[in-house]
């Protein structure tokens, strides 16, 4: 997300869902109900807040 003109490069921000992708669907997060089903939804809010924060979330490291 440090990236200049990250939110507007498509690879990034594929990479970075990606990325969310594999995390939703690692072994700890197995049990959650329903997390595999609605993945593209959550994936897709975590996208958007984490653009809508960036400057919050650049700030925290």
């Known amino acids: 997300?440090?990236?200049v003109?990250?939110?507007e490069s498509i690879p990034a921000r594929n990479k970075l869902k990606a990325?969310?992708?594999e995390i939703l669907l690692a072994p700890e997060f197995a049990k959650?109900?329903?997390l595999i089903k609605n993945?593209?939804?959550i994936i897709s809010r975590v996208m958007e807040i984490?653009?809508?924060n960036n400057d919050i979330?650049?700030?925290a490291d």
Request: no cysteine.
């Open 1 to 3: 997300m440090k990236l």
């Open 5 to 7: 003109g990250f939110w």
């Open 19 to 21: 990325e969310i992708q």
């Open 32 to 34: 959650v109900p329903n």
């Open 39 to 41: 993945r593209a939804h």
């Open 50 to 52: 984490a653009e809508k």
């Open 57 to 59: 979330i650049l700030l």
